[in-house]
């Protein structure tokens, strides 16, 4: 059911805040991200994909290292943003949540070895320079799209 004002605006019956869309866009963007990973063709070296573990040599879009794992938690990530971004204080908290857990992952790919046994995602250094992009801009959105002004 659609309402109108006065002036004849269309406004939805529960209208979306700015950080609920910001929300429901990056959540958007990790289940096609992690949709895409099992696109041959997209995922180059689709055949030499593992489940889990640095030995995956498949590669979204040519560079960032995927496995099965890695597309599941992509796609995961993004259902628990949809289902966050339904309330303000969920869609703030999966932002800046979300943006702390990428900064550790910069760090843990930072830290192990690409050919590491620890590196059970995988994460290669186009993933690690991604996971520090992704973790900063989704924390900047959590509060860039939540600041209130004050009008005096």
Same mark, same amino acid.
Request: positive net charge.
């Given at each position: 059911?659609?309402?109108?004002?006065?002036?004849?605006?269309?406004?939805?019956? &529960?209208?979306?805040? $700015?950080? =609920?869309? !910001?929300?429901?866009?990056?959540? !958007?963007? #990790?289940?096609?991200?992690?949709?895409?990973?099992?696109?041959?063709?997209?995922?180059?070296?689709?055949?030499?994909?593992? @489940?889990?573990?640095?030995?995956?040599?498949?590669?979204? %879009?040519?560079? @960032? =290292?995927?496995?099965?794992?890695?597309?599941?938690?992509? %796609? $995961? #990530?993004?259902?628990?943003? #949809?289902?966050?971004?339904?309330?303000?204080?969920?869609?703030?908290?999966? %932002?800046?949540?979300?943006?702390?857990?990428?900064?550790?992952?910069?760090?843990?790919?930072?830290?192990?070895? =690409?050919?590491?046994?620890?590196? #059970?995602?995988?994460?290669?250094? !186009?993933?690690?320079?991604?996971?520090?992009? %992704?973790?900063?801009?989704?924390?900047?959105?959590?509060?860039?799209?939540?600041?209130?002004?004050?009008? &005096?």
């Amino acid at each position: 059911m659609v309402s109108r004002s006065h002036a004849g605006d269309v406004a939805s019956p &529960r209208a979306r805040t $700015l950080v =609920q869309t !910001a929300a429901l866009a990056v959540a !958007a963007v #990790f289940v096609l991200v992690g949709i895409l990973g099992f696109i041959p063709g997209i995922t180059t070296h689709y055949g030499d994909m593992t @489940f889990a573990g640095h030995h995956s040599d498949a590669k979204l %879009l040519g560079v @960032f =290292q995927v496995s099965i794992l890695h597309n599941l938690v992509h %796609l $995961l #990530f993004g259902a628990v943003g #949809f289902a966050l971004a339904r309330t303000v204080p969920g869609a703030r908290n999966y %932002l800046i949540g979300g943006g702390a857990i990428y900064l550790v992952l910069w760090l843990y790919g930072l830290v192990v070895g =690409q050919n590491s046994g620890a590196n #059970f995602i995988p994460v290669n250094a !186009a993933d690690d320079w991604l996971h520090l992009l %992704l973790g900063l801009g989704m924390i900047a959105l959590g509060f860039l799209t939540t600041r209130t002004t004050s009008h &005096r």
